[in-house]
């Protein structure tokens, strides 16, 4: 594989010029050479950072069933004598969700029981906006009076209302109660103050904004969908990631436990919560408001394939490294079979009427999952086999996603790429979170691939501008740009390398365990990176056809610091150029199109740029480094166009 490096950029710096005369590139329009995937350029969800309970699920109130490992965490509990607030266990009677809250009011005036929830980090309230509170309660007689507000970070009423808990017996019922927020606060708080004189079990105490995506009640979070949706993904995978694999077995993702109404649906800790001594999380559970369903539901929405990952039978290597014996491996197994009949059975099926009756009625037509998660070694090749035959015996023409660990080369990818390859694997996931100089020097790390059998999934990748596992690690541009000439290669090779996906997704702010991410938040607001812009813009500048780009009859792939793919998009009749200028300098390059009969008469030029190789957005500046759209005239067959320093430039033009 030919060293390209950031040599180049730091003699640029020093101003020592490589060539400086035109670059003279061919476009060959009229000769396919691979088919682009609708899937080539998607995104990766994973519960980290924050990224479902605390982010994308729009649910406001923290441990709001009382079932963290600390029961009150995250809840600030004033009582006017001691008894007065429970923690009660339920344990034999409701597994799923054996905690509740037992509140008992002796004559209490307002301010004798107060209970305020802190949310994640605080709560974002915007002025004016609907926010939905509802509270499950159980209570043998009518009693006490609830008051409801928001607090802004000096306890001051932002908003609220009031509710009488007026059913009884038994029966646990469920109260509801919408009200307007008075001012807009980065760090709210949800306080209750409960007065009057008897007893009052709560449980599921829950708030909402009223602007969730779609407005769903229940959603998520719209801002961040939003941005997920402007990227246009071909797929989204999802849970994950390591959380899939789980510290130990007892605690991997359960699919079929995220289904139903929320009430009953498991809490489990997330395995972010002790991973990083340096990050310690230790209020990060799964609540699986956002679950299977929801899942497949976003999918749909934002126009992309759902790719779920489940578990082989293997928790996290890097951890326990427990597995299931073989033997043990047929629920697992069944896991599987019975995802794909939720996803695609109809109401007649066992599992297709569980959609069905959580309300889409018709299938969500999965085409694809993986088996696995940075899994390797000949366990997870044992496994991996008894699962294939499993799958493929019912559903044979069902797409495989299948582990090369959790490197781009070594002992363990040489081995797991050797066996998946002999094998058959539909499509292999590569892993790659490198340093800018790897993603710069292995832009042509496909063009020597196999072009028939297994298909690539570039599954996870991302610069990193310190080092794996860094706190250092920033989304400046220089992680985009290198990403951005890495992905022409990856462009180029849409014969081999079918799907590819940024990770992580998301980052919180003020909860983050990883970085770097694609797009950050706070409790209000919302951001995309550089690197988010580089995904978008090869994701809404897809085609459907890749066709040659040379530099003296090679693949433009550094030479000059030069980086270049082509495409055609047949259902608009265009040709799109891709050009990336590593370098400090404006390059002027001539693109001479063979095989073009008519050019328009203007093409559309989008450039991403900036001269800082450092500089980064933020919720200050969002939009520092984002993409500029411009009209460019057009004459005759050939294309002048000036690169840019440290830029990323996309040339839509009718053919």
């Known amino acids: 594989m030919r060293k390209i490096s950031l040599l180049m ?36 969800f994973e519960d980290i950072n924050l990224g479902a309970d605390g982010g994308i699920y729009a649910e406001m109130v923290k441990n709001r069933s009382f079932e963290f490992f600390r029961p009150l965490m995250g809840w600030d509990v004033k ?65 006490v009076r609830l008051t409801v507000e928001l607090i802004d970070a000096n306890g001051k009423s932002i908003g609220g209302t009031t509710i009488t808990p007026q059913e009884s017996g038994d029966a646990w019922h469920k109260a509801i109660a919408s009200f307007n927020a008075t001012a807009t606060e980065l760090k709210g708080k949800l306080k209750i103050t409960i007065e009057g004189n008897g007893v009052i079990d709560l449980d599921m105490i829950s708030l909402f904004p009223g602007d969730t995506w779609k407005n769903r009640p229940g959603g998520m979070r719209a801002d961040m969908v939003q941005l997920l949706a402007d990227m246009k993904p071909g797929f989204i995978r999802f849970p994950g990631g390591c959380i899939v694999e789980g510290f130990d077995l007892s ?17 489990l800790i997330n395995r972010w919560n002790f991973e ?52 043990e491996l047929d629920p697992y197994v069944q896991d599987a079979l019975d995802l794909i009949e939720f996803a695609n059975g109809d109401a007649s099926t066992k599992w297709g009427k569980v959609r069905a009756d959580m309300g889409h009625s018709t299938p969500f037509n999965l085409k694809m999952m993986g088996v696995g998660n940075e899994n390797w070694g000949p366990q997870y090749v044992e496994r991996l086999k008894i699962f294939t035959k499993a799958i493929k015996s019912k559903y044979p023409d069902f797409k495989l996603v299948n582990s090369s660990g959790t490197d781009p080369n070594g002992e363990r990818f040489d081995y797991l790429n050797n066996e998946l390859r002999k094998m058959n694997a539909d499509i292999i996931d590569e892993h790659y979170y490198r340093k800018p100089e790897w993603f710069f020097e292995n832009a042509r790390r496909y063009d020597n691939y196999p072009r ?19 706190v250092d690690n920033k989304n400046c541009w220089l992680t985009a740009l290198s990403e951005a000439a890495f992905m022409t290669g990856l462009e180029r090779n849409a014969d081999v390398v079918n799907m590819a996906s940024y990770a992580p997704l998301f980052a919180h702010a003020d909860g983050w365990q990883w970085t770097p991410d694609l797009i950050w938040v706070n409790n209000l607001k919302s951001y995309g990176t550089p690197d988010y812009y580089v995904q978008q813009l090869f994701s809404l500048n897809k085609g459907n056809k890749v066709v040659p780009i040379t530099l003296n009859n090679d693949v433009v792939a550094g030479q000059d610091s030069l980086f270049a793919a082509a495409a055609i998009d047949t259902k608009t009749n265009e040709l799109i150029i891709k050009l990336v200028n590593a370098s400090n300098r404006s390059q002027e390059t001539s693109l001479s199109l063979d095989g073009v009969k008519k050019l328009a008469s203007q093409g559309t030029l989008t450039v991403l740029q900036n001269d800082d190789l450092m500089a980064v957005n933020s919720f200050t500046e969002p939009t520092k480094v984002s993409p500029k759209q411009s009209t460019v005239k057009l004459s005759g067959k050939k294309i002048n166009l000036s690169a840019a320093p440290y830029s990323f430039s996309v040339l839509r033009v009718k053919i």
């Open 9 to 44: 950029i730091a003699l640029a710096a020093l101003g020592i010029p490589n060539a400086r005369s035109q670059k003279q590139l061919t476009v060959k329009v009229n000769q396919t050479k691979a088919d682009i995937q609708p899937t080539m350029w998607g995104v990766f």
């Open 79 to 143: 009582r006017k004598t001691e008894g007065d607030v429970l923690v009660v266990n339920r344990k034999e009677v409701n597994t799923a969700n054996p905690r509740y809250l037992r509140v008992t009011a002796n004559n209490a005036a307002k301010g004798d029981v107060v209970l305020v929830n802190e949310g994640f980090r605080g709560m974002g309230i915007k002025k004016d906006l609907r926010y939905d509170f509802s509270i499950m309660y159980h209570q043998q007689q009518p009693a």
């Open 251 to 267: 605690q991997r993702y359960q699919w079929k436990k995220t289904l139903g109404p929320i009430e009953e649906r498991q809490l």
């Open 276 to 327: 990083f001594a340096h990050r310690p999380t230790p209020d990060y559970f799964q609540t699986f408001g956002l679950g299977f369903f929801e899942y497949f539901q976003l999918a749909e929405d934002i126009g992309a394939e759902p790719l779920p990952i489940l578990n082989c039978g293997m928790a996290c290597q890097f951890n326990s490294a427990e597995v299931a014996t073989l033997d």
């Open 452 to 470: 028939n059998g297994s298909k690539i999934f570039g599954g996870e990748y991302a610069a990193q501008s310190d080092k794996t596992v860094s």
